[in-house]
């Protein structure tokens, strides 16, 4: 079935790097646009950043541009989310989701991969 | 950035009621606009895109409305499993914003 299962979370001290990878299964993954999406425990959604279904285009929320870097690895069916410089706000689950062909909205997400921001 | 404001904040209902919720955005999104069911530990649901449309497999009691800057989530009769947190989020720029949530509970 199309499923999409992020990895690569856990506890990480401020200004340390941390990588986050999402990978699809059950649909073809080099045609659809994917997202980050992060949410703060106890708190609303937010929307991280975007890469085009051929890595063309990327775009990022203003809180993480320049520190986080979003990239897709078509041949392996992944998404990965670098983040560097991390900080105690960007404590999170992060989810991945995949952008409809169609309509362009989040059909599919990941159960989600919790980041925590410690010293 | 387009910012979305969602009311009320938390909405009491008792089953079988009517939900109305609302999503107004601080600039045009014309039709492109996106609703979400989140469960607790559970992640997001689309239900609801492009303002009126609704996904895969949702039932028929989800409804969406409106164009422009304002926007309705109807659920016409309540089941138990609908009570949970509603989030409206729009596709016109960059970047991708959320509202901030509207928590549907039991009464």
């Known amino acids: 079935q199309v499923q999409l299962v992020e990895s690569g979370g856990g506890v990480v001290q401020p200004g340390r790097s941390l990588r986050l990878s999402c990978a699809a299964s059950?649909?073809?993954?080099?045609?659809?646009?994917m997202h980050w999406v992060r949410q703060a425990p106890g708190k609303g959604l937010e929307w991280v950043a975007v890469?085009?279904?051929?890595?063309?285009?990327?775009y990022y929320a203003d809180p993480v541009k320049g520190r986080f870097t979003i990239s897709r690895d078509n041949s392996k069916n992944t998404l990965y989310l670098q983040m560097n410089s991390l900080r105690a706000e960007d404590t999170a689950v992060y989810y991945c989701?995949?952008?409809?062909?169609?309509?362009?909205?989040?059909?599919?997400w990941g159960q989600g991969t919790m980041v925590s921001v410690s010293s | 950035e387009i910012v979305l404001t969602q009311s009320p904040a938390t909405l009491s209902l008792s089953p079988g009621e009517r939900a109305t919720l609302s999503c107004r955005a601080s600039q045009s999104v014309s039709t492109y606009l996106a609703w979400y069911q989140q469960k607790p530990g559970q992640a997001p649901r689309l239900l609801i895109y492009d303002a009126s449309n609704r996904a895969t497999g949702i039932p028929a009691r989800f409804s969406g409305s409106g164009s422009g800057t304002d926007f309705t989530l109807t659920i016409s009769s309540l089941e138990p499993e609908d009570f949970a947190v509603y989030y409206c989020?729009?596709?016109?720029?960059?970047?991708?914003?959320f509202g901030q949530g509207t928590k549907l509970e039991i009464k």
């Open positions: 059950g649909f073809t993954f080099s045609s659809n646009g």
């Open positions: 989020q729009q596709r016109s720029n960059w970047p991708r914003t």
């Open positions: 989701a995949r952008s409809s062909n169609v309509h362009d909205a989040l059909d599919i």
């Open positions: 890469i085009w279904y051929d890595g063309t285009n990327k």
